[in-house]
C-alpha cells in the first residue's frame, strides 16, 4: 500500500533555510504536495509538483522531487517566524478522486 | 474562488450522543467533496469521499457515517459516539481529475 513518511520536527533561525524531506512509496504517484497547518486552523495548499517534473519554485518555496529515490523536499528559504507550522506532504495518483496519502507531518519551529 | 464552510468549530459531545457536522461548499460546482480526520499529533486519515450527490465511498470500517444531500452539501454523521471518535475532521473539496484539494478550518470534537 502507499506509505508517506516525514520526521517529525525540524527547528531553524529566523533567516536560515528550512529543508522538509518526504519519502514515498507508491511509484505510481502522479501529484505530490506540500501543505502548511497552523495552530487549530486547517490545511493550506502551498504547493505542488507534478511527477514529470524535478523541480519547481515559487517565491520563497522550492519543491525538488527525486523520482527515482521517491524522495520529496520543501525548502523555504529566508524562514520566519511565520512560516512555524507544520508541514505535510501527500501523494496521489490518477483516478475519479484525488484521494491523497498524507504523511505524519513535519513540525517546523522557527527560533530568533 | 471556492470557499468551504465547516461549523460548528468546536464541539464537546458525550459518549453515546449522536454527532452531525456539516460542510458546504462555494464557488463549485460538482466538487468531489471528502472528510479526512486528524488524531492528536498524528496525519491526515481519509474517512470518506464523494464524486457526486448520493455517492458515498467508506474508506475505512469505522462508527461514522457520510452523506451528501445536495452537490455542495456534505454530512458527517455518527447514532452514538465513542471516546476514539474524538479528533480534528476536516472537509475538503477539489473539481474533476487531479486538482488539490481544499480545506476547510476543521472541526475540533472532542467526546468525553
Known amino acids: 500500500g502507499e506509505d508517506v513518511e516525514q520526521s517529525l520536527f525540524l527547528s531553524v533561525r529566523e533567516g536560515d533555510s528550512s529543508v522538509i524531506n518526504c519519502t514515498y512509496t507508491?511509484?505510481?504517484?502522479?501529484?505530490l504536495y506540500w501543505y502548511k497547518q497552523e495552530p487549530g486552523a486547517g490545511l493550506q495548499l502551498l504547493t505542488y509538483?507534478?511527477?514529470?517534473?524535478d523541480m519547481k519554485q515559487d517565491q520563497r518555496l522550492t519543491v525538488l522531487l527525486n523520482k527515482k529515490d521517491k524522495h520529496l523536499s520543501l525548502r523555504i528559504a529566508d524562514t520566519q517566524t511565520g512560516d512555524s507550522a507544520i508541514y505535510f506532504c501527500?501523494?496521489?495518483?490518477?483516478?475519479?478522486?484525488?484521494?491523497?496519502?498524507f504523511g505524519t507531518g513535519t513540525r517546523l519551529q522557527v527560533t530568533l | 474562488s471556492q470557499t468551504i464552510h465547516q461549523w460548528p468549530a468546536t464541539l464537546v459531545q458525550p459518549v453515546g450522543s449522536p454527532l452531525s457536522l456539516e460542510c458546504t461548499v462555494e464557488?463549485?460546482?460538482?466538487?468531489?467533496l471528502y472528510w479526512y480526520r486528524q488524531a492528536a499529533g498524528r496525519g491526515l486519515q481519509l474517512l470518506f469521499y464523494?464524486?457526486?450527490?448520493?455517492?458515498i465511498s467508506s474508506e475505512v470500517p469505522q462508527n461514522l457515517s457520510a452523506s451528501r444531500p445536495q452537490d455542495r452539501q456534505f454530512i458527517l454523521s455518527s447514532k452514538k459516539l465513542l471516546l476514539s471518535d474524538s479528533g480534528f475532521y476536516l472537509c475538503?473539496?477539489?473539481?474533476?481529475?487531479?486538482?488539490?484539494?481544499?480545506f476547510g478550518n476543521g472541526t475540533r470534537l472532542t467526546v468525553t
Open positions: 501527500a501523494e496521489t495518483h490518477t483516478g475519479t478522486a484525488s484521494k491523497l496519502t
Open positions: 507508491d511509484s505510481s504517484s502522479t501529484y
Open positions: 509538483i507534478f511527477s514529470n517534473m
Open positions: 464557488g463549485t460546482s460538482n466538487p468531489n
Open positions: 464523494s464524486v457526486g450527490i448520493g455517492q
Open positions: 475538503a473539496q477539489n473539481g474533476q481529475g487531479n486538482s488539490p484539494l481544499h
